[in-house]
């Protein structure tokens, strides 16, 4: 079977295209499928993501794969396969960069899988240099974030039952934005959440999951702090907003007002496991960095 990826490939779009690669028992649709590139024409840091984590997924259940990509790739930094392959997403599934002098971007982690065990130093190690470098701030103002990763990570394994999530990140300076994505394919928050509440559908088990104390109920490792400690350190002390896809739910939390702002929706498509997007002000950081800077001289 083929699959034709949309024009457009970003978050919005991330259930309508599972719903030719999940079937309604929550297993590939076919054994063979191919993935049609040639009329993409835009991809998000989400859309990254979500290919490498379904391509994961496939290969995990046995299934083969295969891609089709158009016979010119654009030149300019803006053409969603040169991204791809910056992000070494054909290196990882097919093997091979498209083009020899493809090359990881400054402003971009690439595409890779990051074990729950590995997390700790992965995000010491690579993700916070990376970050404070990319700044120009001190690793100790990236703390917070390095924390509410932490927190993922402990979300990933405790609602998944899986131990590896792809993860990609991207730095775009012009916006003074970052954006972190990370996925997988485990049996998703909601199912977890029914364990403790069977009444309520996919969008009102997320909602429940970013409650004090609820997450931690379904398993002893966050130690009470789970997804209410990441809606709430990330999105109040950076602005920014915090996107959940699971199931057949979709939860979204922004800053607003000097509180955060919750929606959530059904929709069409399902998610096999949960992804999650973080969307950072980078301002408020460098705003950060600079009150520390200025209270170590004041005597």
């Not at 990882?92 to 074990?115: A, H």
């Not at 789970?226 to 800053?255: A, C, K, Q």
């Not at 520390?292 to 005597?299: D, G, H, K, R, T």
Request: with cysteine; proline share 4%; net charge negative.
């Amino acid at each position: 079977m083929k699959i034709y990826l949309p024009r457009k490939l970003n978050r919005s779009y991330i259930n309508d295209l599972m719903k030719n690669i999940v079937g309604k028992d929550l297993k590939p649709t076919h054994q063979e499928l191919s993935f049609d590139f040639t009329n993409l024409s835009f991809i998000e840091p989400s859309g990254i993501t979500t290919l490498g984590n379904t391509f994961e997924w496939l290969v995990k259940n046995g299934t083969k794969t295969s891609i089709t990509i158009p016979n010119k790739i654009g030149l300019n930094r803006h053409c969603p396969i040169k991204y791809l392959d910056d992000s070494e997403f054909f290196l990882r599934f097919t093997g091979n960069k498209l083009e020899d002098d493809s090359s990881v971007r400054p402003t971009t982690i690439p595409l890779q899988k990051v074990t729950y065990e590995n997390s700790h130093q992965w995000l010491t190690g690579t993700f916070t240099p990376w970050l404070a470098h990319r700044l120009g701030v001190r690793n100790s103002v990236l703390g917070n974030i390095e924390m509410c990763l932490g927190e993922i990570f402990n979300n990933i394994i405790d609602h998944s039952t899986e131990n590896l999530g792809c993860i990609f990140a991207q730095h775009f300076p012009g916006q003074n934005r970052l954006v972190i994505s990370i996925a997988d394919f485990g049996i998703g928050i909601p199912e977890n959440i029914r364990k403790i509440n069977k009444e309520v559908d996919d969008a009102e088990a997320l909602e429940l999951a970013i409650q004090e104390g609820v997450s931690s109920k379904t398993s002893p490792r966050n130690m009470g702090a789970g997804l209410y400690t990441l809606i709430r350190n990330v999105v109040l002390s950076t602005e920014s907003s915090v996107n959940i896809h699971s199931g057949y739910g979709i939860l979204n939390t922004y800053f607003g007002n000097d509180n955060i702002d919750i929606s959530s929706e059904i929709a069409d498509g399902y998610y096999p496991g949960t992804f999650l997007e973080v969307n950072i002000d980078t301002n408020v950081l460098l705003e950060e960095d600079k009150e520390e800077y200025e209270e170590e001289f004041v005597w």
